[in-house]
């Protein structure tokens, strides 16, 4: 049902009721590294690209995935997702290994919030399993936005660290025995461009994207920023997340302990990640992992999940564009 | 909060460069790699007395990018870079990473359309400002001597 201009409630009960995760060599020593599923020893994974790599990785993640759930890729109706390369090259790659329907998505590093709110969406139309999946890999990354790798250069100090890594979760209206975290609605975000054109700042360009996006959300349901115990965004990092929390103090009061980052959590202070983790995967591989797993233990109730992307590409950054970018939000209740 | 404001937000938020700190490492590492390079240039000076110095020079050279040229291979020289900034750039060291680094990520397109065609992709621009530059520097030379 829509509610507002951007907000859909979700009527029929979509379960998130599986996730499988792997993470990169980094990632495995951050954090969350006791709550991924499996972590990658070295970044080819055995392949001969990155690229190749990245590919293997979803469609690992994928069947782990479906043989938690139990199920064969004949009972999935859709495998929803996208990454951060041209064409959707890991997405659609990985997609030709399994005999199910695809649709790559693409919303930058919020792509994993489309991707939910597409699959609840399907459920609606009377689909039964959806899997989203999202990636990303750092020499991927670096090597399409940035520099080759042994490039010696210097990042500057609002610099972000390209998370390498996969999440996929399987959502179903199927009833499940145990208490199942839900998707209980959804808000798609507008572009949002304030004019910053540094492509080594990408927190402080989303940060305006994640507060258009959170405040359309608590105005069209009706709740205060209160309603949930966390608001969690996907890579704003240490900058982008005070930058959102001064915006939305202007709105909602003091939320500051109740406003979170994928992309701050996942890496430790020592790992020199700069400003914090980014990238499609980021968002991905933190809902799949740890806040997935916490709210299945009860530790969280409700979360607003906000993955936020930067629409930018080398060559728009080059011809003097400023950088749009995009937030969506997806409540999960359990 | 209009486009205007935002930016003077986010330029006061930002975290600034510490330039004590990365003026004093690019000063420190990249005096460093001068000082390896003029060790060759005695070394070679020493071993090869009938060398003159352009000669020592240029052998030099050769022996700094393949220095340059090897960490970069044994992933090493990104690590400097990260701590030495310009300090690592701008030895000819610098120049050999800027060139062997889009060869070895390249290299997987396979050696025509990768290494070869991308080699130059990062070192192009400061080739063709030079060879412009030399071009330049010398009409302006050829045109004086004209009128000498």
């Known amino acids: 049902m829509k509610k507002g201009r951007q907000t859909y409630l979700v009527d029929k009960k979509v379960y998130i009721a599986y996730t499988a995760t792997i993470a990169g060599v980094d990632e495995g020593k951050g954090r969350l590294r006791d709550f991924f599923d499996y972590v990658i020893d070295e970044s080819e994974f055995g392949c001969k690209s990155h690229e190749k790599a990245e590919i293997k990785l979803r469609k690992h993640a994928i069947e782990s995935l479906l043989k938690n759930a139990g199920k064969n890729p004949a009972d999935v109706d859709a495998i929803l997702g996208g990454d951060l390369l041209n064409q959707l090259v890991p997405s659609g790659f990985s997609a030709r290994e399994f005999d199910v329907p695809f649709c790559g998505l693409y919303s930058a590093c919020a792509t994993f919030g489309q991707s939910l709110a597409t699959g609840a969406a399907l459920l609606c139309c009377g689909a039964q399993n959806v899997v989203c999946c999202t990636s990303s890999h750092f020499a991927t990354a670096e090597r399409q936005y940035r520099f080759p790798l042994e490039l010696g250069t210097q990042p500057p100090p609002t610099a972000q660290w390209t998370v390498t890594g996969v999440g996929c979760a399987l959502l179903t209206t199927e009833r499940q025995k145990f208490k199942c975290p839900k998707v209980t609605a959804f808000t798609l975000g507008k572009v949002i461009d304030m004019g910053l054109d540094d492509p080594n700042n990408m927190g402080a360009a989303m940060a305006p994207a994640a507060y258009d996006t959170i405040s359309a959300h608590l105005r069209e349901r009706g709740v205060g920023a209160d309603y949930y115990d966390l608001i969690v965004t996907g890579d704003l990092g240490k900058l982008g997340r005070e930058l959102l929390c001064s915006m939305l103090e202007q709105e909602c009061g003091a939320v500051k302990d109740r406003v979170n980052d994928c992309g701050c959590m996942i890496f430790k202070d020592r790992q020199k990640c700069g400003l914090g983790g980014s990238g499609a995967g980021c968002s991905s591989l933190v809902f799949c992992s740890y806040l997935y797993k916490t709210m299945k233990e009860g530790g969280l109730k409700r979360i607003l999940f906000v993955p936020t992307g930067a629409m930018l590409s080398k060559d728009s950054s080059l011809q003097g564009e400023s950088i749009p970018a995009i937030a969506h939000a997806v409540a999960i209740e359990i | ?148």
């Open chain 2, 1 to 148: 909060m209009d486009k205007k404001e935002y930016g003077e937000l986010v330029k006061q938020t930002s975290p600034k460069t510490k330039e004590g700190k990365t003026l004093f490492l690019a000063f420190a590492i990249g005096g460093l790699i001068c000082m390896i390079g003029q060790a060759f240039a005695d070394l070679l000076t020493a071993v090869i007395p009938s060398f003159d110095e352009k000669q020592i020079g240029a052998l030099t050279g050769v022996v700094m990018i393949f220095l340059g040229s090897l960490l970069t291979g044994l992933g090493v020289y990104d690590k400097i870079g990260y701590y030495a900034g310009a300090g690592s750039v701008l030895p000819i060291t610098g120049f050999a990473n800027s060139i062997v680094s889009p060869a070895i990520e390249y290299n997987k397109e396979g050696i025509v359309f990768g290494l070869m065609a991308k080699m130059f992709s990062i070192a192009g621009p400061v080739i063709v400002s030079g060879v412009s530059a030399s071009v330049a520097i010398g009409a302006v030379y050829y045109i004086i001597g004209l009128f000498r």
